[in-house]
């Protein structure tokens, strides 16, 4: 069984921090993809890495593929209140179902 | 709105009673996934379809729970004689490609 853990699993700061998220495991994964989930609605897709080593950014928010493929973060410069959420990482391996983390729940306060 | 669909959003229903939940794919996804969420977890697997064939289901998933994908198209979720441990989060996903889901916004099971 593949399993992802995530961490923190919260996280609360003031607007304008900068923090980081992690996500581990001791398996290898062909793709990752980062989530982040509001209240009461489904998650919303962030970004896929699938490259050892891989960085993407998506504005503020910076992505980074290990160059093992086991592990990922997600750092976030100068939070903004509308930062808040749940951030949750999937990683595919050899089967068409991906493996979730339990999420790290950001709160930016304003 | 081309997103996926989930209705209803809100169920609350007494334990016992059957419960039907629907999801609209993004029309040319072929994969369709079925998630539960509870509070402070991740979603959780339960069952995944490509086109009309459901090619897997959870072990975790009882034999209270059936899923249906007629034609390849929506996607109906059944809970039979609902218990208050299947009050959650019921997501659906679907997908291009193996690995990039888009969710639809969730049907909130409250069983009392």
């Known amino acids: 069984t593949q399993l992802l853990e995530q961490s923190p699993q919260f996280l609360s700061i003031q607007e304008g921090e900068n923090l980081t998220v992690y996500c581990n495991s001791s398996s290898v994964f062909s793709s990752l993809q980062w989530y982040r989930q509001e209240p009461g609605e489904g998650p919303v897709l962030l970004v896929t890495?699938?490259?050892?080593?891989e960085v993407k950014k998506l504005k503020r928010l910076t992505f980074q593929f290990g160059d093992a493929r086991k592990d990922s973060s997600l750092h976030i410069t100068a939070a903004q209140p509308g930062d808040t959420g749940l951030y949750l990482c999937?990683?595919?391996?050899?089967?068409?179902?991906?493996?979730f983390g339990r999420g790290s729940s950001l709160i930016v306060h304003p | 709105d081309t997103g996926v669909s989930q209705n209803p959003r809100h169920k609350i229903t007494k334990r016992g009673q059957n419960v039907t939940f629907r999801c609209d794919p993004i029309?040319?996804?072929?994969?369709l996934y079925w998630y539960r969420q509870t509070l402070g977890q991740g979603p959780e697997f339960l069952t995944y379809?490509?086109?009309?064939?459901?090619?897997?289901k959870s072990r975790l998933l009882s034999d209270r729970f059936s899923a249906e994908r007629p034609k390849g198209s929506f996607s109906t979720l059944e809970i039979q004689r609902t218990e208050q441990g299947d009050s959650a989060m019921y997501l659906c996903?679907?997908?291009?490609?193996?690995?990039?889901?888009?969710f639809g916004p969730g049907t909130r099971l409250t069983v009392t």
């Open positions: 029309s040319e996804h072929n994969r």
């Open positions: 999937a990683g595919k391996g050899g089967s068409y179902i991906p493996t």
């Open positions: 996903a679907s997908s291009p490609l193996a690995y990039e889901q888009y």
């Open positions: 379809f490509q086109n009309e064939a459901q090619l897997e």
């Open positions: 890495v699938v490259t050892g080593g």
